[in-house]
């Protein structure tokens, strides 16, 4: 099969979503303010998109084989967990192991669904926020220094270094994380509510974790008066150990097998490898493990490498990784503009503003509000002609690994 088809993808509502941008995209009534988190386009077994013909609609996978990669559009409205991703050595490991163990792939304790990893590379379409890998040393201790209620770890980190310290604050007793925490938060939250903090600033997201994540502490008796005791996100420990990271509109970031972070707010586009693995540790209502999230985090200073994307073509740029499965680059047009590309593999394209049309001289498919992704088969040139302002993204895999 060749040439350029409409493409459906699979919503998913988890509850962190946002209300707008998806419905929007999908030209979907969203009157029941449900949460539009992501938009998947590709062949995993969790959303497999369907390709609309002129003989009725196909499934991607069998006209496509099983992509190396997902590729999903994301709105943020809360925050998302504290989390990495799997090598693709332990990915086969775990998955194999928690098959033998019985464990059905639809349970929400099952932690790994797939055999692959997943590293990911985003770009934002407006201001992004996220935590991104541990701090330099220099910023991780002048933290603890500053940050009085925290001030207690410096000798930890100083004897045990990254890992002895994230070990030490992921496996503390509750009890111990509310001793801790409950003063910074309680100093914290009647600020946040009188907008006395930036988003540049990890007090405004520890307050903001606070306020969404923290839960009445089981059934202990209320500490005073009707007030029940709180059981407080040890997640929110990460926002002040992680670099927070601002994307603007085009920036992007790579996150490889290993590497901690955390989604905070904003809309992106997101390209990873086609797999669902995610070992949590706090900052959501989803399955934590700890433990498993341990044995793969890298614990170890990131750098913050903000990509911008690199000019191939006069309209498209492309945002290069490491990742071998991979590639996503960005077409920005004026009305009028007009830009091609050659498939030499299954390519999935999505537009997030305007309308354009693409063409391979036998097909024509008219992307849009309510119709934004197609997906174009290896074998012919895809034309593409701005209607009106458009942005779109192309998905594909690099040319050194096709």
């Known amino acids: 099969?060749?040439?350029?088809?409409?493409?459906?993808g699979t919503v998913k509502h988890y509850d962190w979503g946002g209300?707008?941008?998806?419905?929007?995209?999908?030209n979907i009534d969203n009157?029941?303010?449900?949460p539009f988190a992501e938009y998947w386009m590709g062949t995993h077994p969790l959303g497999n998109s369907i390709i609309e013909t002129t003989s009725g609609n196909k499934k991607l996978?069998?006209?496509a084989g099983n992509l190396p990669y997902l590729f999903k559009a994301q709105e943020v409205k809360e925050m998302l967990s504290i989390q990495a991703?799997?090598?693709?050595?332990?990915?086969?490991?775990?998955?194999?192991?928690?098959?033998?163990?019985?464990?059905?792939?639809?349970?929400?304790?099952?932690?790994y669904k797939d055999d692959n990893h997943k590293p990911e590379m985003l770009v934002a379409l407006d201001d992004f926020w996220l935590l991104h890998g541990f701090k330099s040393p220099k910023e991780l201790e002048y933290t603890l220094l500053n940050v009085v209620q925290l001030s207690e770890l410096l000798p930890?980190?100083?004897?045990?270094?990254?890992?002895?310290?994230?070990?030490?604050?992921?496996?503390?007793?509750?009890?111990?994380?509310n001793r801790i925490l409950k003063p910074l938060v309680d100093c914290l939250i009647p600020l946040y509510k009188e907008d006395k903090f930036e988003k540049d600033e990890e007090d405004f997201w520890a307050a903001r974790a606070a306020l969404t994540f923290n839960k009445?502490?089981?059934?202990?008796?209320?500490?005073?008066?009707n007030r029940q005791p709180t059981s407080i996100d040890r997640g929110i420990f990460s926002i002040y150990l992680f670099n927070l990271v601002h994307l603007k509109r085009g920036e992007g970031i790579f996150q490889d097998a290993g590497v901690p972070h955390a989604y905070l707010e904003g809309k992106n586009v997101e390209l990873m490898a086609n797999s669902d693995n995610v070992l949590r540790g706090g900052l959501t209502n989803k399955h934590i493990d700890v433990k498993e999230l341990l044995k793969h985090v890298k614990c170890e200073p990131t750098s913050v490498d903000i990509l911008i994307g690199e000019q191939a073509g006069k309209y498209e740029k492309v945002y290069k990784t490491p990742a071998p499965e991979f590639q996503i680059s960005l077409f920005d047009l004026k009305a009028g503009d007009a830009a091609s590309f050659t498939p030499v593999t299954t390519e999935i394209v999505l537009l997030t503003d305007g309308i354009a049309e693409l063409t391979d001289g036998d097909h024509r498919v008219e992307l849009k509000t309510g119709s934004p992704s197609a997906v174009a088969f290896k074998g012919k040139t895809v034309?593409?002609?701005?209607?009106?302002?458009?942005?779109?993204f192309r998905a594909s895999v690099p040319v050194s690994s096709r």
């Open 85 to 111: 991703h799997p090598s693709k050595a332990d990915a086969e490991k775990e998955f194999a192991r928690e098959n033998a163990e019985g464990i059905p792939l639809d349970v929400p304790y099952r932690n």
């Open 383 to 392: 034309k593409l002609n701005a209607i009106t302002n458009t942005t779109l």
């Open 61 to 63: 996978d069998e006209l």
């Open 156 to 177: 930890i980190y100083n004897q045990s270094g990254y890992a002895g310290l994230y070990k030490y604050v992921m496996e503390m007793p509750q009890a111990e994380v």
């Open 31 to 34: 009157k029941d303010n449900k």
């Open 216 to 225: 009445p502490a089981g059934n202990q008796k209320p500490a005073t008066g």
């Open 1 to 8: 099969m060749t040439g350029v088809y409409p493409l459906k």
């Open 19 to 26: 209300l707008s941008f998806i419905p929007s995209l999908l």
